[in-house]
Nanobody, 122 residues
Framework: QVQLVESGGGLVQTGGSLRLSCAPSESILSITRMDWYRQGQGKDRELVATITTSGVTNYADSGKGRFTISRNNANNTVYLQMNSLKPEDTAVYYC????????????????WGQGTQVTVSS
């Protein structure tokens, strides 16, 4: 079964940068809207940024001016560039796809990756 796979998390100091990536585990036909969510310890999962197929983006207030979401439609990969990181950005970051269409044209809705840990030290 196709999965979304995140990478790029890690430990960084306050003010540092990380770039997260998310790609399907195998070739697919297409993905519609893609999002990044995060969940801090003891907190609810929250939307960080979203990007449509045409490249329209939207950000939560917490990441505006610091985070940039982008995507490569050729390989159905989404990225999250995070700059000026703060300790409060520490969380597991999840990739989400609204609709994914597989090579054999199966439609998979509400797809989540397994998450990648981002830790920002003070």
């Amino acid at each position: 079964q196709v999965q979304l796979v995140e990478s790029g998390g890690g430990l960084v100091q306050t003010g540092g940068s990380l770039r997260l990536s998310c790609a399907p585990s195998e070739s697919i036909l297409s993905i519609t809207r893609m999002d990044w969510y995060r969940q801090g310890q003891g907190k609810d999962r929250e939307l960080v940024a979203t990007i449509t197929t045409s490249g329209v983006t939207n950000y939560a207030d917490s990441g505006k001016g610091r985070f940039t979401i982008s995507r490569n439609n050729a390989n159905n990969t989404v990225y999250l560039q995070m700059n000026s990181l703060k300790p409060e950005d520490t969380a597991v970051y999840y990739c989400h796809a609204d609709l994914l269409i597989t090579i054999d044209r199966r439609r998979m809705y509400n797809c989540w990756g397994q998450g990648t840990q981002v830790t920002v030290s003070s």
